[in-house]
């Protein structure tokens, strides 16, 4: 089956400064790649999707790419805020009915 | 709409035990699904449907059971609890399939269960 692996586990950056989680998948079939943010008590919240049939998605200060040939996306938050702070989730899934596959999360700390 | 809801929030069992969490869904949607997230660690999923008499497992099914007798609701059984069931489980919905893409999945607000 699917997994996927992401880095960095934790992350601290400063405000306004960017920051960048890193997934990759091992099953090359897959080609939905998520990103969830969750809040401490809270269910994970999509905040941008991409599909395998392109290569980066922005929405406003949150982008995120893929490369298929290496088998890895990434998050990309610019202009980072302290309502940024939260912890983050990649998950991959293969066009199936068989839901997502998620990575283990980066909890992501913006220091004032 | 609601979306997708979830009861009850919080449950404290006893092992041995049994208990059905609910979900419910107002989005039409045709597929649900079962994850549990333990501290610290990411979404596995534990059994999923694409519609009402349907349901697959998932990476996690050992210890769970689920039906689907409508499209609105996804119910989660569990049977003789067991402390590594504790963990906070969310329900989610999608539209499903459309040229081989998954629609996006919209999670409930999660029943965080204790088996002591």
């Known amino acids: 089956g699917e997994n996927v692996e992401q880095h960095p586990s934790t992350l601290s950056v400063q405000e306004g400064d960017s920051a960048v989680i890193k997934c990759t998948y091992s099953?090359?079939?897959?080609?939905?790649f998520p990103w969830y943010k969750q809040e401490l008590g809270k269910r994970p919240q999509l905040i941008i999707d991409i599909r395998s049939n392109v290569g980066e998605k922005k929405d406003q200060r949150i982008a995120v790419t893929l490369n298929k040939t290496a088998k890895h996306f990434s998050l990309h938050i610019t202009e980072t805020q302290p309502e940024d702070s939260a912890v983050y989730f990649c998950?991959?899934?293969?066009?199936?009915?068989?839901?997502?596959?998620f990575g283990k999360g980066t909890h992501l700390i913006i220091q004032p | 709409n609601a979306g997708v809801t979830q009861t009850p929030k919080f449950r404290i069992l006893k092992i041995g035990q049994s208990m059905t969490l609910q979900c419910a869904q107002d989005m039409n949607h045709n597929y649900m699904y079962w994850y549990r997230q333990d501290p610290g660690m990411g979404l596995k999923l534990i059994y999923y449907?694409?519609?009402?008499?349907?349901?697959d497992k998932g990476e996690v099914p050992n210890g769970y059971n689920v039906s689907r007798s409508t499209t609105e609701d996804f119910p989660l059984r569990l049977e003789l609890a067991a402390p590594s069931q504790t963990s906070v489980y969310f329900c989610?919905?999608?539209?499903?399939?459309?040229?081989?893409?998954?629609?996006?999945?919209?999670f409930g607000p999660g029943t965080r269960l204790t088996v002591t």
């Open positions: 998950a991959a899934s293969g066009g199936g009915a068989d839901g997502l596959t």
């Open positions: 099953d090359s079939a897959s080609n939905y």
């Open positions: 449907s694409v519609g009402a008499g349907i349901t």
């Open positions: 989610a919905s999608s539209r499903g399939l459309a040229g081989g893409f998954v629609y996006e999945q919209y």
